[in-house]
């Protein structure tokens, strides 16, 4: 379930931090990758107000992650999301 359907909560808006990090013995077996292997780890905020509601780590391998940015001038066209 989603927050909105459990709790009426509706996330306004939110910010991922995004660097860069080296696997640990802990992580490595998991991600199937060698310890020191560069990792990617995103921690999220997600927010209703003020409030904090959502929050999370993420760790990804720096080899199947690819980042996608829509740039646009506000007002202007509707963005093209692609799948390359």
């Given amino acids: 379930q989603s927050l909105h359907e459990r709790y009426g ?37 997600a927010f209703v107000g003020d409030g904090l509601v959502d929050y999370s780590v993420s760790l990804y391998r720096s080899d199947r992650y690819k980042l996608f940015v829509p740039l646009q001038r506000q007002g202007s066209r509707t963005p093209r999301y692609t799948t390359l």
Avoid: C, H, M
């Fill in 9 to 45: 909560l509706v996330l306004e808006w939110g910010e991922d931090q995004i660097e860069s990090t080296a696997a640990t013995a802990a992580n490595a077996g998991l991600l199937q990758v060698e310890v020191g292997f560069p990792l990617l780890k995103i921690t999220r905020y």
